[in-house]
């Protein structure tokens, strides 16, 4: 599903965030990346969006080297992939139904696949009753579920969650980690960029760690000492 050889990505100042990466991520699977400020996970993050492209080696996901992704190309490989931020990144002036349905509309879902939709990714993140509520009307935990939602709005089939417990208290980290899980058990393979040691603790799945652009760790379990 995911695979990363050799990869290599400097800037024009002479930092290299990442120094020969390798990696790979079977669909299906669940992975915690881990790692300091600074250590490469935000830039790995990128490359996978294709938002940055590699200084040398390859990435590919689900069959496309994205190097070899044209400027047109991008916008439609980006649908196979859902991101959950830590900021949520909701319109505030927009419902909720609307935050979810916006992302159907611009790629062009029909009117009558949207009203079908969106109630039922609503009722999957336990917030059927908050379709016509404004972000602001949210808890943040709430806010983080409209993002899941809206991450799925179109059936990517990877899920990307860059810090998606950071602003929101603990019982709710939970709770969004334990949808997270349920989304993975339907088939979506998930990456969870996060710095919370009790949740990597408590979950105990795959887990890689960055180090100075450096995978240090790559096992199944806890955070690392």
């Given at each position: ?12 100042n ?21 790692g ?84 039922a990714?609503?009722?999957?993140v ?25 991450a ?8 990307v ?65």
């Open positions: 599903m995911i695979d990363l050889e050799h990869v290599v990505m400097s800037y024009p002479g930092t290299v965030a990442l120094n020969d990466v390798s990696l790979h991520v079977d669909e299906g699977e669940f992975v915690f990346v881990v300091a400020s600074g250590a490469g996970k935000s830039t790995l993050m990128k490359l996978l969006l294709r938002e940055e492209k590699v200084t040398s080696g390859r990435i590919t996901i689900d069959g496309n080297d994205l190097s070899k992704l044209n400027y047109f190309q991008v916008p439609y490989f980006r649908r196979k992939i859902g991101v959950v931020y830590q900021d949520f990144r909701l319109f505030p002036k927009k419902k909720v139904y609307e935050n979810v349905s916006f992302a159907m509309q611009i790629v062009g879902v029909s009117g009558k696949k949207i009203k079908t939709r969106v109630p990714l609503l009722n999957t336990g917030l059927g009753d908050k379709l016509n509520s404004f972000p602001h009307e949210l808890s943040g935990g709430e806010q983080q579920r409209v993002a899941l939602a809206r799925l709005a179109n059936n990517p089939k990877i899920i969650a860059d810090e998606p417990t950071g602003n929101i208290d603990p019982k709710m980290s939970f709770e969004i980690m334990d949808l997270l899980l349920k989304i993975n058990g339907l088939g979506k393979t998930v990456l969870v960029v996060t710095h919370d040691q009790n949740l990597v603790d408590y979950y105990r799945q795959r887990v890689i760690k960055i180090e100075h652009g450096h995978i240090v760790e790559d096992r199944v379990g806890g955070m690392f000492e």
